[in-house]
């Protein structure tokens, strides 16, 4: 009987040991899902991502498998229509292809609110106190106004418009610091056949449009335009912004729009380092994106907010940045959480610093070059930071991102295929749909 029961017991323990085995190694076998998008920060030290994902391992023991394409919306997005999906994802908003805006229109993010309140792995501060002020208080983090954050804040950089000091220095010209001061400007420089401006893609109108939104009426216009209120085109402010860009586009170097694309935007980038023209927007990541491009004699990068309206007036700088989110068909959503809030660690900051890719994270000054030092300082000389997006509204059939309106056409303005009022007539057209479709409404 003795026998017996020892036998039972061994094969009792036997069997849990057999389970416990196979839970093991599906545990082992499971991997936390991370797309990322390639972008130009991958472009200047390669491996960026993989060694985030090692170290978040070595970290935590959870396991990654990690996918990392310039492409990333037609290789995840194929896939998530079939159902499977990436468990995080780094893809910010404001892209050509719109992918983070469609998940938002259909309300297919999983809230993060949570991740606020979690302590980063290896550190004993909770998320909420690592962050700097203001950067999960606005539509970019927040997009349906209900307090509730559903994409955390990423790699964040001061936005302006990037210039040659060495040009400048060399012809005594001062920066302008008013608008009527750069259309004066655009002439000089025309009479040396310069342009005033250029830009790498129509894409990068969002943070040129965002500062310009407050400059010509503060937070209050900004937030008229963005919600998409009936009539603010027919105000002063509406025509001031409309004339201004309209005014822009005829100094801008008519080569622009041929290589406004994804392959050769980098041209257009190239023309203000060998003084094909003036300014272009952009961010940061440009000095990095083009530190092998052969410059002009005397080149030295330079950045400025953009001028005010009028003499004494506010001149703001755009503060741009990436966003990580969960799709809400992920199926780790416990660990993708955790990878997130990972990304605000000293171990984090410092893997992206070595690339320029600057987290929204107290202190962080003391990771960052002096070129960017000199960028980041721009807030400090007198511009104020602009920040937000466009409100998410649902999505209607023949009814595209705002970008499609605002931004995109500004190639036929340059080539004059379109004009001023035809420009705005379509601007009033979409925005009428997608105030009629708001999700916040």
């Not at 082992?28 to 960026?48: N, R």
């Not at 410059?295 to 503060?319: K, Q, R």
Request: proline share 4%; with cysteine; charged share 25%.
């Amino acid at each position: 009987m003795l026998k017996r029961i020892l036998s039972l017991i061994i094969s009792a323990l036997l069997i849990t040991g057999l389970f416990a085995g196979c839970g093991e190694k599906e545990q082992m076998d499971k991997k936390l899902k991370v797309a990322a998008l390639s972008s130009g920060y991958e472009e200047t030290m390669p491996g960026m991502w993989q060694e985030i994902c090692d170290a978040f391992e070595k970290a935590t023991g959870i396991k990654t498998e990690l996918t990392l394409e310039k492409n990333l919306e037609d290789v995840i997005g194929a896939s998530m229509q079939g159902g499977d999906y990436p468990d995080v994802v780094l893809l910010a908003t404001g892209r050509e292809a719109g992918l983070t805006e469609q998940l938002i229109k259909d309300k297919n993010l999983t809230e993060l609110t949570d991740v606020l309140d979690m302590t980063i792995p290896g550190e004993n501060v909770k998320v909420k106190d690592k962050l700097s002020g203001g950067f999960t208080e606005s539509v970019a983090t927040n997009p349906y106004g209900d307090g509730k954050t559903y994409l955390m804040p990423m790699f964040y950089s001061p936005c302006g418009l990037f210039y040659n000091k060495g040009l400048f220095k060399e012809k005594g010209w001062e920066v302008p610091e008013t608008w009527d001061e750069m259309w004066a400007l655009g002439e000089k420089a025309k009479a040396e056949n310069i342009a005033l401006f250029t830009y790498p893609t129509t894409g990068y109108f969002d943070s040129f449009f965002f500062s310009l939104m407050y400059a010509v009426g503060g937070p209050e216009f900004f937030d008229k335009v963005t919600n998409y209120e009936k009539g603010v085109w027919e105000t002063e402010e509406g025509k001031t912004f409309i004339d201004i860009v309209t005014k822009l586009a005829s100094y801008t170097n008519k080569k622009t729009p041929s290589q406004a694309n994804d392959q050769d935007f980098s041209k257009n980038q190239l023309m203000v380092m060998q003084n094909e023209a003036l300014f272009m927007p952009n961010g940061t990541w440009v000095v990095g994106e083009m530190a092998d491009a052969v410059a002009a004699d005397g080149f030295e990068w330079g950045m400025t907010a953009l001028p005010a309206v009028a003499a004494g007036g506010d001149s703001y700088a755009y503060t741009w940045m990436e966003q990580i989110w969960v799709p809400k068909g992920a199926k780790n959503q416990k660990d993708a959480k955790t990878f997130i809030s990972y990304m605000y660690s000293d171990e984090a900051a410092g893997i992206f610093a070595k690339r320029n890719a600057v987290q929204p994270i107290k202190d962080v000054s003391k990771l960052l070059s002096e070129d960017n030092k000199l960028f980041y300082s721009v807030y400090e000389n007198g511009a104020k930071a602009a920040i937000g997006n466009f409100a998410a509204y649902k999505s209607v059939a023949g009814l595209g991102n705002p970008a499609d309106y605002f931004f995109a056409p500004i190639n036929s303005l340059v080539s004059g295929n379109i004009t001023k009022e035809q420009y705005v007539n379509d601007i009033i057209k979409a925005t009428d749909k997608m105030r009629e479709n708001l999700i916040n409404k």
